[in-house]
């Protein structure tokens, strides 16, 4: 499996993640999580399956919960030099930061990047203006904005 393609699945996961709290969502993150060690195997992959697992069989669930929030903001923070992946964090953060994660956008970026939410947009924009996509940027100082004026209302 290349890299874009790694990239895509687990975009997919991510976008079953955020919508964690369906039965429906769990199975597909299953899913997406066995596909995805089959092509990428690693021992933290492996936990968190089975913390997804668990919580499937609804055991130990609070536990598991906790478990797959610490390895998948683990994960999310091995991708800070993919703009797909960033891309996908500014386009679905209000569902990421509704869910009451452990983490929110502010604090993956803010580790990803030594500016923040700023230098992430920024990073975006660049690599997608390069690949000839230049309406990007409206887009990403739109969600820029939305992110530091909902970090804002929290305070």
Request: hydrophobic letters at 40%; one cysteine or more.
């Amino acid at each position: 499996m290349n890299v874009q393609n790694k990239s895509l699945l687990f975009q997919f996961i991510l976008k079953e993640l955020f919508s964690f709290s369906k039965t429906q969502s769990l199975s597909k993150l299953h899913a997406y999580l066995t596909l995805y060690l089959e092509h990428h195997p690693s021992k933290k992959d492996l936990r968190l399956l089975k913390a997804v697992e668990r919580v499937l069989q609804g055991q130990k669930v609070d536990q598991s919960i906790e478990t797959i929030q610490e390895l998948i903001l683990a994960k999310i923070l091995t991708y800070s030099k993919d703009e797909t992946i960033i891309f996908f964090l500014f386009k679905h953060f209000e569902s990421m930061n509704s869910l009451g994660l452990s983490f929110d956008i502010r604090s993956i970026f803010e580790k990803m990047f030594i500016h923040g939410v700023d230098e992430a947009a920024e990073f975006v924009v660049e690599r997608y203006t390069e690949k000839g996509y230049p309406h990007v940027v409206f887009f990403i100082e739109n969600k820029r904005r939305a992110i530091n004026q909902d970090v804002c209302r929290r305070i």
